[in-house]
C-alpha cells in the first residue's frame, strides 16, 4: 500500500474507535455536551481523511485523465467533489 493509503486507513481506525467511544457514551448516559464535543471530533476527522483522499485522488486519477486528454471527465469530477464538499 502506499503512504497516503496508510495513513487514510490509520485515520479511519481511529474514527471507527471513536464512534464505539461515543456509542458507550450515550449507553452510560454521559452529559451531552461531553457527547457533543466528541461528535465534533469524529465529523473532524472526517472532514480530514475526505481531504487525503481528495489530494490523493488529484495527484493521481484526475493528473491521469488531464494528461491522456479526458479533460471533461476530470473537470466533472472536480465539480462533483467540490459540491459534495460544500454540503
Excluded: F, W
Aim: charged share 30%; proline share 1%; net charge positive.
Amino acid at each position: 500500500m502506499n503512504p497516503t493509503k496508510n495513513k487514510i486507513i490509520h485515520r479511519l481506525k481511529i474514527i471507527e474507535g471513536q464512534v464505539r467511544g461515543l456509542q458507550e457514551m450515550v449507553k452510560k448516559g454521559v452529559y451531552c455536551i461531553d457527547v457533543i464535543t466528541q461528535t465534533s471530533a469524529v465529523k473532524q476527522g472526517l472532514s480530514n481523511a475526505e481531504d487525503l483522499l481528495l489530494e490523493n485522488h488529484l495527484d493521481s486519477c484526475v493528473l491521469k485523465q488531464v494528461s491522456s486528454g479526458e479533460i471533461s471527465k476530470a473537470k466533472k469530477e472536480i465539480l462533483k467533489v467540490y459540491k459534495l464538499k460544500r454540503k
